[in-house]
């Protein structure tokens, strides 16, 4: 039989001049059209073998298993394979490796002289600044003290709200005296396994100690410090356990000479072991409240001085309009308002831009796309309608500020209410004023619309709330008297809060007197919306045109109901049934 060469065999089945293959190992006995036989080398069988079925050529035969490349393979396979093997070996071991070295990347090291943040940086809390200044010495000069053989603290609780400011004001610290600063939350510590939380701690403190005087900064510290009797499942338990004794033997363990301050922060002190808060550890506290007006304008100028600002801005008249705003909130505030100005295309960020941040922080986004049929939006204009007039009726009400039947966030409409000054302690009448206006939208439904809708769900949860904490907590109720009773709510705050049991009958009591309580001030709501129909129906009518009203639009409102009023007594009869329209030069475009 001739041989051919390789060459030759691929240009006849270029050619698709073969027509039947018998296949032994390499060697190709092929038979073409012209009727000949010949055998040729092919090193690549299994490559063109798709080619040759193609075209329909017969195949008989099978590549050969002892070719060199199948050797290669049998010798190659096992090889790759105890490599394989291995490789994931290591790979697993260095994962292991990684978890047990977990603490090096949670820990946040902050260069020295890289972007460091300064007490300059920390607004509206100067007493706490105050306190500080002393641990800024400790830090600066360790010496100074030890010398008299003073031991400087060693641990510091920041207590307040989440955005008070509280890890600002630890790396101020840090910035302040030049130090490194370690920050790590307290869920990092138990995330994973039992003993694993533990050994990190061990590995932060070794690494601050090395490099001390410097600061490490527990973020959450109530995920590990936790009171240990609190709920949850019993290895979880275990393992905050554990890490939180890590965490003490340290902090008892520091030799006097090595400054490394720990500061703390949590918002539920309520919660923490008692160990921690032992003289030694951490036994100075400090608590961050939510600044008040002086604050919340020093900390909006901190921001401000970022954006360029028109001139009808009033940053004292925002600081007065978001009590209870936190620091990160103010500066989000800022930051919104500039975001809506570069919407807008606008070169500076006026006050349109502020109020909408406004509305946006405090009620949620606009839901504009969200479609409302018309007889619920009359629902919806009576219901806050009823609201805002009681608002502005009843004796030491905070001034309404916006009324709105746009839908925000989870709510349809809003009676946006705002004190005139940050309030430390409420006065009944003023409660009571509160628990009737909230109670004002359903009793406008009832009176004008002879219905009962659900959108009264959320007054009455803080009514019934309100009402509740008068009788139980604040004594202002003749029946129960002057007394406190703090219900056990079970879960982690179970055990600690329940100060006072009561009896059955106690309860029942306090639910008459509760139920009381609502009653009347629905009686009120209803007779006083009653004596107001007119600017009722002229106020909700306004909103379904407009919208949003603000407090001057309410008065124009309410001016123009009392003028038809007194119209209609003169004339006796007279027609008057026009509503009020407010004077179109009176809508400002508010961006609303
Ligand atoms: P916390 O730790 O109390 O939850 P943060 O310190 O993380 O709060 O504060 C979040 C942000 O809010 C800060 O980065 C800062 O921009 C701003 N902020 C909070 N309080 C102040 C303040 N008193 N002065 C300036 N900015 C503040
Ligand atoms: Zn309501």
Redesign the pocket.
Known sequence: MPEISYNDFLEQLDNKEITEVHIRGHLVTLHDSFDRTAVAYVPDVESVLPRLLQQGVRITGRPDRASPLWNLLYITLPVLFILLAWYSMLKKQAEEDKEGEFAKDKVVKLKKGGQTVTFR?????PEVKEDLLEIIDFLQKPKKYSRLGAITPKGILFQ?P????????ARAIAGEAGVPFYSISGSDFVEMFVGVGASRVRELFAEAKKNAPCIVFI?EIDAVGGHRAAGGNTAGQDERGQTLNALLVEMDGFASDETVIVLA?TNRPDILDPALLRPGRFDRQINILP?DIKGRLE?LK?YARRVPLADDVDLEAIARSTPGF???EL?SLVNEAAIHAGREGKKQVDDVDFEFAKDRIMMGVERKSMVINPEDKKIIAYHEAGHAILAKMLPESDPVHKISIIPRGRALGHTQQLPMDDRHAYTKVYLYSKITTLLGGRAAEDLELGQQTTFAEDDFEQAVRIATQMVCRWGMNTTLGHVSYTRNDGGFLGEQTQFNTFSDETARDIDREVKKIIEKAYARALNMLKKEREFLVNLAEALLVNETLDNEEMDIVYRCSLSKRREELEMAGGSSSGLCVLPESDRQENGA
Do not use: F
């Open positions: 940086d920390v607004a509206g809390i307040g989440p955005g008070t400011g509280k890890t600002l004001l973020d922060a600044p900390i901190v936190t620091g990160a500066a």
